[in-house]
């Protein structure tokens, strides 16, 4: 079923049972999540490939399907068979409780996948393990981010007011709130920048993103022949590159 037909039809039930439907259901998963209802998250993606590809299916129904972030494949693959993720990944998926940093039972339910597939959520920064194998063997691992997250930490942005943006094919702003999730009137995504540490509080961050911006310069130079660059000179903080 598609989900704006299943808002409309049977809209998302609360734990006391309340449905809300329509415009308040919509609501009550962004307000969960910090996303829209949108392909671009995991959710969807795995409910797409379930519904396509039976052997995903079947793993599902066998409860033998693991499922997670980039993060989540290559530690598993690391770490001996771990299946762990952190805040700032999980809260790309449209299953993470932006509040409680765990996976929401409202948002499993609506989306009808169990949380036996999902990775366990730990912090950022801690020592998850050690390398099982290879010339790096006994090396630790002890610190994960997601991709536009790990560009805020890069760049110092830790506190509240702090911002990044980051230019590759497209472009991405977050901006640190520090501990409270700001949920945007305007399109912004709510997100976790990264949790410092075990038990420690989140930190969170409003993104705005562009899809396209140095692709699209990049493409407007080599067909339309619109732009003659000879050199890019790039400014931030002080730091010329040229």
Not at 21 to 27: A, I, T, V, Y
Not at 120 to 131: D, M, T
Not at 137 to 154: E, Y
Not at 199 to 226: D, F, K
Request: glycine share 10%; proline share 4%; hydrophobic share 35%.
């Amino acid at each position: 079923m598609h989900y704006e037909t299943k808002l409309k039809e049977q809209g998302v039930r609360l734990p006391d049972g309340t449905v809300k439907k329509g415009e308040e259901g919509r609501e009550i998963i962004t307000r969960t999540s910090g996303l829209p209802i949108s392909t671009y998250f995991s959710a969807i993606k795995l409910r797409w490939m379930m519904h396509h590809h039976p052997l995903v299916q079947e793993a599902y129904d066998n409860d033998t399907l693991l499922v997670g972030t980039i993060d989540s494949w290559i530690l598993y693959h690391l770490l001996d068979k771990q299946h762990i993720t952190d805040p700032s990944n999980a809260s790309r998926t449209l299953l993470l409780d932006l509040d409680s940093l765990t996976w929401s039972d409202t948002l499993l339910e609506f989306f009808e996948l169990k949380k036996s597939i999902l990775p366990r959520v730990v912090s950022s920064s801690e020592v998850y393990g050690e390398l099982k194998d290879g010339p790096l063997k006994g090396v630790r691992i002890s610190g994960i981010a997601g991709d536009q997250q790990a560009a805020l930490v890069g760049n110092k942005c830790f506190k509240n007011g702090e911002a990044k943006c980051t230019y590759g094919t497209g472009a991405f702003l977050l901006f640190c709130t520090g501990a409270r999730v700001v949920r945007s009137s305007h399109g912004l995504i709510s997100t976790i920048a990264f949790q410092p540490g075990p038990g420690s509080n989140p930190v969170y961050a409003l993104e705005g993103s562009s899809e396209s911006t140095l692709s699209t310069s990049s493409h407007t130079t080599t067909h339309a022949n619109l732009l003659q660059w000879r050199w890019l000179d790039l400014r931030f903080n002080g730091y010329g590159i040229q």
